[in-house]
Every structure is written in structure tokens, then in C-alpha cells.
């Protein structure tokens, strides 16, 4: 099966102005993403799909591949589905969304993804990494709780799963689980995704990935044993960034 990676990377974002330009270690934040699923090699082909003509510039002048798309969609996964219908890329069987301000994400979560989908076990995958209890408190980090079959149940930016008594304080701490910004698709489900309007508890957590879940899309979810790096979705978080990307490594 032919993979395609599409990185959607749109200019406006609110959080952090002009996110997929911002500098991590030197070159634009939307360059280092591309640059970490392109030395993977777990696709075929990696592309970054922008509606704007200044991330497009960026992002040729460092060699990638990158498209135009419209500048009216409500979600990076509408822009992936644009673009994986573009005549050049009709012939890709699964495609691969990985989010433009996720720079570690780690290589077992994108095979994860592809291995759920690609082996027929889902038509719709993402990744998750087992995370501490305290990530529960931030709003600005996503968690997702899973069944015992590996589908996802819920995502949300609130504390879950919620600890009703201390005593059980153990059996929260497995079921702690980090998102992942990735998602892989066969091309049925990626165009099932962007035909539903959008729900409202997508509207109400600014989580895309709850349209096709209330819906009934299954989607499978590979859990990894911990995150490599942040997420850029504010200043601080992009400070974080530099300062591990710099940070000497022992080994």
C-alpha cells in the first residue's frame, strides 16, 4: 500500500501568531516537522499543504514538497483531504496527517498509526504515549482515553480519565494517555471524516478528531511509552522546544 504524509500548516493560527514560520533551532517550525517524518522513511511521499504563499515560499526554499490549498477549511483535515485528492497523489492507498507543530513526534507513534490502518485492524488510527498524572491539570494538552479493543473512547483537554477516589490513584496513572498530533487514514474514512459537518463537541474542545468519533468512525489508537518532545501550541511551549532541540545528548 502507497503512504502519503500530508503536514498541514495553516498561518492564522490564534495561540501562537504565525506558528508554522516560528524558528525551532534556526529554521522555520512547519521545516523541522517535515524534516523529521522525511528521515523516517516510513512513506512514500511527505508534503506540506499551507493557504499561504509566505509558509509555501518557506518551505520550498528548504526542499520540501508543498501544495496550496484553500484558505476557507475548519480543520488541518479537511486541508489533508484536499490535498491527498490533488490528480498527483490519487494513487496513494493511506494517507498520514501529521500535525505542523508536532517536531519529536516519535518515529514508533507514526508506524503505529500506519501499522493499524495499513494492516486492516482500522480505517482510522492515531498515537497516543503513556504520560504522568500531571498533564491532567493543562488545558493545553490533549488526552485520550482508550477501550480494551485499542479504539479510542474520548479525547479532550480536560483532566480524563477523572479520579474519583485516591485509593484508585494506581490504576489512573495506566490509563494517563498523552495524543499524539497524528492520524492515518485509509482514503474511505479520510473522505467519511471530512463529509460529516462539523459537531459540536469538536466546537465546544477545538478538537477535530471528535467529528468522526461521534459519528461512529472507529478509530484505533497506538499507545507508546512516552513523548519526546512538546507540542508548539504557545510561547512557552515553543521555548521548551528550543531549549531540548539544544540540549547536548549523552549516549
Not at 12 to 35: E, F, H, M
Not at 69 to 82: I, K
Amino acid at each position: 500500500m502507497r503512504t502519503l504524509a500530508v503536514i498541514p500548516a495553516r498561518l492564522g493560527s490564534t495561540r501562537l501568531p504565525r506558528k508554522p514560520l516560528r524558528l525551532l533551532a534556526g529554521l522555520p517550525l512547519v521545516v523541522r516537522v517535515w524534516q523529521r517524518i522525511a528521515d523516517m522513511r516510513l512513506v512514500d511521499r511527505c508534503v506540506v499543504a499551507t493557504d499561504s504563499d509566505e509558509v509555501s515560499s518557506a518551505v520550498a526554499e528548504h526542499g520540501a514538497d508543498v501544495v496550496l490549498t484553500r484558505s476557507d477549511h475548519p480543520s488541518g483535515t479537511d486541508r489533508v483531504a484536499e490535498t491527498a485528492h490533488r490528480a498527483e497523489f490519487l494513487d496513494f492507498d493511506v494517507v498520514v496527517n501529521v500535525q505542523g507543530d508536532e517536531p519529536f513526534v516519535a518515529e514508533g507513534a507514526v508506524a503505529g498509526a500506519l501499522g493499524l490502518v495499513t494492516s486492516g485492524a482500522f480505517p482510522l488510527a492515531t498515537a497516543a504515549a503513556r504520560a504522568a498524572v500531571d498533564i491532567l491539570r493543562s488545558p493545553n494538552v490533549v488526552k485520550v482515553v482508550g477501550a480494551d479493543d485499542g479504539r479510542a473512547l474520548y479525547f479532550s483537554r480536560a483532566g480524563i480519565p477523572f479520579m474519583q477516589d485516591p485509593a484508585d490513584a494506581p490504576l489512573q496513572r495506566e490509563r494517563v494517555w498523552q495524543h499524539i498530533g497524528l492520524y492515518a487514514y485509509t482514503r474511505a474514512a479520510l473522505d467519511f471524516w471530512v463529509s460529516l459537518p462539523v459537531h459540536p463537541l469538536e466546537r465546544l474542545e477545538r478538537l477535530e478528531q471528535l467529528r468522526p468519533l461521534a459519528a461512529g468512525l472507529r478509530m484505533g489508537v497506538a499507545v507508546i511509552d512516552e513523548v519526546l518532545g512538546p507540542g508548539i501550541d504557545t510561547e512557552e511551549d515553543l521555548i521548551r522546544a528550543n531549549a531540548l532541540w539544544m540540549a547536548p545528548t549523552t549516549g
